[in-house]
C-alpha cells in the first residue's frame, strides 16, 4: 500500500475475506484431528498468530466455526462435481470421471472425509443447521440425473439406477479409502494412500461404476 494512502473499502474487505479462510484452513485441521469436542479455539488462534477475539468476531463462537468448517468442505467438493466439464462426453465416459475426481478429492482433502465421519458420530446434529447443503447437492443431482436419462435413452444405462445410488456408491468407495486406511493398512497390508497405488485404485471405482451401470 502507498504511503499515506488510507485503506480502500476493497482492500479492508479482501483483507478480511483473506483472514477469514485462514482461520477456516486451520479450523477444519484442527476439527478433524480432534472432533468438536477436543478442538480449542485458543489453539486455533495460536496457530494463525491471532487472537480468540478475532476468531469470535468472525464467527460468533466455538459451534458457529464448526458449522462454517462443515459448509465450506461441503462446498469446495460440490463446486468441483459442478465445474468438471463433461457436458460434451458420452454419459458412460462422463460418469467415470465424476467417480474418479471423487476419488482425487477425498484423497487430497482427507480432513473432509475425517470432518464428515466426525459429524456422522453426532448423528448429523450439525449439518442439519446448515439449510444451504440441500440446495448445493441440488446441481450434482440434477446433473446425475441428466447423465442417467442420456444413457437409457442412448441403451447403455440400465434403467433401475437413480441418481442418489450413483452417488452413494462413489462415496462409499472413496470415503473408505480415506476413513479405514489405518485399519485396513494393517489388516491387509497395502496402504491406500501411497502414490503408487493411486492410479490403480482410481481406476477401479471407474470400472465399478461403469461395469455396474451398464451390466443389463
Same mark, same amino acid.
Given at each position: 500500500?502507498?504511503?499515506?494512502? /488510507?485503506?480502500?473499502?476493497?482492500?479492508?474487505?479482501?483483507?478480511? #475475506?483473506?483472514?477469514? +479462510?485462514?482461520? &477456516? %484452513?486451520? $479450523?477444519?485441521?484442527?476439527?478433524?484431528?480432534?472432533?468438536?469436542?477436543?478442538?480449542?479455539?485458543?489453539?486455533?488462534?495460536?496457530?494463525?498468530?491471532?487472537? /480468540?477475539?478475532?476468531?469470535?468476531?468472525?464467527?460468533?463462537?466455538? #459451534?458457529?466455526?464448526? +458449522?462454517?468448517? &462443515? %459448509?465450506? $468442505?461441503?462446498?469446495?467438493?460440490?463446486?468441483?462435481?459442478?465445474?468438471?466439464?463433461?457436458?460434451?462426453?458420452?454419459?458412460?465416459?462422463?460418469?467415470?470421471?465424476?467417480?474418479?475426481?471423487?476419488?482425487?478429492?477425498?484423497?487430497?482433502?482427507?480432513?473432509f472425509v475425517r470432518l464428515v465421519?466426525?459429524?456422522?458420530?453426532?448423528?448429523?446434529?450439525?449439518?442439519?443447521?446448515?439449510?444451504?447443503?440441500?440446495?448445493?447437492?441440488?446441481?450434482?443431482?440434477?446433473?446425475?440425473?441428466?447423465?442417467?436419462?442420456?444413457?437409457?435413452?442412448?441403451?447403455?444405462?440400465?434403467?433401475?439406477?437413480?441418481?442418489?445410488?450413483?452417488?452413494?456408491?462413489?462415496?462409499?468407495?472413496?470415503?473408505?479409502?480415506?476413513?479405514?486406511?489405518?485399519?485396513?493398512?494393517?489388516?491387509?497390508?497395502?496402504?491406500?494412500?501411497?502414490?503408487?497405488?493411486?492410479?490403480?485404485?482410481?481406476?477401479v471405482i471407474g470400472d465399478v461404476?461403469?461395469?455396474?451401470?451398464?451390466?443389463?
Open positions: 500500500m502507498a504511503r499515506g494512502r /488510507k485503506p480502500r473499502v476493497g482492500d479492508r474487505q479482501n483483507e478480511a #475475506e483473506d483472514a477469514r +479462510l485462514n482461520i &477456516l %484452513e486451520v $479450523a477444519a485441521k484442527e476439527f478433524a484431528d480432534k472432533g468438536l469436542a477436543g478442538a480449542r479455539v485458543d489453539e486455533i488462534a495460536e496457530k494463525i498468530n491471532s487472537s /480468540k477475539r478475532m476468531i469470535y468476531y468472525y464467527f460468533g463462537g466455538k #459451534e458457529q466455526l464448526y +458449522l462454517a468448517v &462443515l %459448509e465450506r $468442505a461441503y462446498t469446495t467438493i460440490r463446486q468441483a462435481e459442478n465445474n468438471l466439464p463433461v457436458d460434451d462426453l458420452a454419459p458412460v465416459e462422463a460418469l467415470r470421471q465424476l467417480a474418479e475426481l471423487t476419488y482425487d478429492h477425498h484423497l487430497q482433502h482427507p480432513e465421519s466426525i459429524e456422522n458420530i453426532h448423528r448429523g446434529e450439525f449439518v442439519r443447521r446448515i439449510r444451504s447443503l440441500k440446495t448445493l447437492s441440488a446441481p450434482l443431482l440434477s446433473r446425475l440425473d441428466a447423465l442417467l436419462a442420456s444413457g437409457r435413452a442412448s441403451g447403455q444405462i440400465r434403467p433401475d439406477v437413480d441418481a442418489v445410488d450413483v452417488h452413494l456408491v462413489i462415496s462409499a468407495y472413496c470415503i473408505f479409502q480415506v476413513a479405514n486406511q489405518y485399519t485396513f493398512g494393517y489388516l491387509f497390508d497395502r496402504d491406500l494412500t501411497a502414490p503408487a497405488n493411486r492410479d490403480h485404485l482410481r481406476a461404476v461403469v461395469g455396474w451401470l451398464t451390466a443389463h
